[in-house]
């Protein structure tokens, strides 16, 4: 989807409706706007339901202070346009009460930008603005003078959060993954204390680039392939409505014949991603006019050295991610499906994907096909795409059992002996 070449009003519902959907506001809550290139602000209207906002519902401010539609403008209007009288640059703002940003605020705490290295580089500095009455100028003020510093995100006390960009889907996974970096804070220090990236580390992730690979113009695929690629995008899809994708993050790659797979592109919203986008890798070749993720080498490597792999997932789910930014172990013997799926869940360090791909790649195989990178991603592999969307489920779920217990009583695990028994049973 070539969302610039929507509507402003049909970019507001768009995303109003996923926000709503994804839980990040409520029917009453969150305002947007779009400033188009003839100086007109596109804005949510007040007192109507954010589950159900039409396009005849956008509201438009003209330059001159003229106001048409059919309702009134969002009751925060002022500092919208504040923010866009001190930030010209600035063609969309995003406002929202997320639960895990609105509790950063009660506590006067911004989310930690180097759990994960996407965050920073989303968002960049985030500020926390002072509190003032809803829709008041005071507010207004206190919310542009953020912005007028150079930020794009401001936090607001005992509130919500406040983001403008280039566009409103620019705007969008910003606020993505501001409130994914929110959770999983949240949930890590549940755990125990959190580890952050250092400079280096951050200049190590930055060399994670797409991959330069010869270009090649594919066949037309046979219908095995475009099997694949239809089952891929509704997984994909899935694990996006599930909370195991972003819109900008996950990868995910599937076997075709050979050394020769299809893996998501760089770059493309996950919600709409068609068989057509997908990108396939053959010899060690992209298909022409097409950008692979920059995992697409990492992904070569396992294919390589694992024939019996034939699907690949790199996720970042915010309850097993909250191992990866922590001490804590990751243990599987919990119930017999957690360990059936993910047997021992090991953890290696951050960049061991990047700075030696290969030796990494050889340790994800089929009979220990989980792995944690710290403070980076969770990787799976399976014998097919539903094999390896399922364990990346039972990861994220039973990471959620454990962190729910953590002010409960100590976890009785399966015993050694229950292990062998299940071992046995299952051909482990």
Excluded at 106 to 114: C, S
Excluded at 126 to 141: F, Q, T, W
Excluded at 168 to 190: H, N
Excluded at 382 to 396: C, H, K, Q, W
Aim: with cysteine.
């Amino acid at each position: 989807m070539n969302f610039q070449y929507l509507h402003p009003a049909d970019q507001i519902v768009m995303i109003m409706e996923r926000i709503y959907n994804s839980g990040m506001t409520t029917t009453s809550g969150g305002n947007l706007s779009v400033m188009d290139n003839e100086g007109v602000m596109w804005i949510t209207p007040s007192g109507v339901d954010k589950g159900s906002l039409k396009r005849e519902d956008i509201m438009r401010v003209y330059p001159d202070g003229r106001i048409e539609g059919r309702h009134k403008p969002s009751v925060e209007y002022p500092f919208h346009s504040s923010i866009y009288k001190k930030r010209p640059d600035l063609r969309a703002v995003l406002h929202a009460h997320p639960p895990a940003l609105v509790a950063l605020t009660l506590v006067r705490q911004n989310p930690e930008p180097y759990l994960l290295p996407n965050t920073s580089i989303d968002c960049g500095q985030v500020e926390m603005a002072p509190y003032a009455l809803p829709g008041s100028a005071k507010l207004g003020d206190n919310i542009s003078a953020v912005f007028e510093k150079g930020m794009n995100v401001a936090m607001m006390e005992n509130h919500g959060v406040v983001l403008g960009a280039q566009s409103l889907f620019e705007a969008f996974t910003m606020f993505e993954a501001l409130d994914y970096s929110a959770r999983l804070q949240i949930k890590a220090l549940q755990l125990g204390p959190y580890r952050t990236l250092t400079p280096e580390q951050m200049a190590v992730y930055k060399q994670k680039n797409v991959p330069h690979l010869k270009e090649y113009r594919a066949d037309e695929p046979t219908s095995g392939e475009l099997e694949l690629r239809r089952e891929l995008c509704e997984l994909i899809k899935r694990a996006y409505r599930n909370g195991l994708f972003s819109s900008s993050q996950g990868t995910f790659s599937t076997r075709v014949d050979g050394d020769n797979f299809i893996i998501t592109p760089y770059g493309k919203d996950r919600m709409y991603l068609e068989p057509q986008d997908l990108v396939r890798i053959e010899n060690g070749m992209v298909e022409l006019d097409k950008k692979p993720s920059r995992a697409t080498k990492f992904h070569m490597e396992i294919y390589k050295q694992h024939p019996d792999v034939n699907s690949i997932i790199m996720a970042y789910p915010p309850n097993i991610m909250a191992f990866a930014v922590t001490d804590e172990e990751f243990d599987a013997r919990l119930i017999p499906e957690s360990y059936i799926a993910l047997k021992t869940v090991r953890k290696f360090p951050f960049g061991a994907s990047i700075s030696d791909p290969a030796k990494l790649a050889a340790e994800m195989t089929l009979k220990n096909p989980v792995a944690i990178e710290e403070n980076d991603m969770l990787i799976v592999v399976g014998t097919s795409p539903l094999n390896a969307f399922d364990r990346l489920e039972v990861a994220e779920y039973s990471a959620k059992s454990v962190i729910s217990t953590k002010r409960m009583r100590d976890i009785v695990k399966i015993s050694p002996d229950e292990i062998k028994e299940i071992e046995v049973a299952f051909n482990l």
